[in-house]
């Protein structure tokens, strides 16, 4: 078995990524989707004690306005959670990518630290009756980022409207994941 290099390994350099970034960004993307659903409670009593204030037209569109900022502050939250979630995705994946570029070169050290009998051996015994089969470990990159379910909604809606839907709305059954998307 010929020997391959660390780059046909894929394992000549290391994972760029600083995980104590991306672990306080996520965390800061959990904290921010906190404080706009905090922000619900005291809408809804804002919307009770001023709410008394109008009548007609304007106390209907008082109640349909809170309401509103209600749903937007749900979706807004959603997709910040989303997006943590995204940057832990991304983070497991790097780490996973390192763990295959640190076996790879753990490999490649054991191959190269052979003695001359063994590697001579292993020539000779090409079918691997008398030593195991020591295939490297896997050379392909692990996969990119996973695909988020509202992004794949997202496409569906752009999509089905010629690439763009102007001020409409999508709802659950375009694909977005129940929630009220605003196309752009």
């Known amino acids: 078995m010929s020997d391959l290099s660390l780059d046909q ?38 919307k009770l004690t001023y709410g008394t204030k109008f009548q007609g037209y304007y106390a209907d569109l008082w109640a349909y306005n809170i309401e509103t900022a209600n749903r937007d502050a749900g979706v807004l939250a959603s997709r910040l959670r989303d997006v943590a979630q995204g940057v832990r995705d991304l983070e497991a994946d790097a780490q996973a990518e390192q763990e295959r570029i640190v076996a790879a070169r753990r490999w490649k050290q054991e191959r190269d630290e052979r003695s001359g009998w063994d590697k001579m051996w292993e020539t000779v015994d090409f079918l691997h009756l008398f030593h195991g089969d020591e295939n490297p470990p896997k050379v392909e990159p692990i996969a990119a980022i996973r695909s988020w379910p509202w992004c794949l909604g997202w496409s569906r809606c752009v ?14 059954s375009g694909g977005c994941c129940g929630s009220r998307v605003r196309c752009v």
């Open 9 to 46: 390994l894929n394992a000549a350099h290391d994972v760029v990524w600083d995980f104590d970034v991306s672990s306080r960004l996520a965390t800061q993307l959990d904290a921010a989707a906190s404080t706009v659903e905090s922000q619900v409670a005291p809408r809804n009593s804002r």
């Open 159 to 172: 999509a089905a409207l010629g690439g763009r839907c102007g001020a409409g709305y999508v709802t659950g």
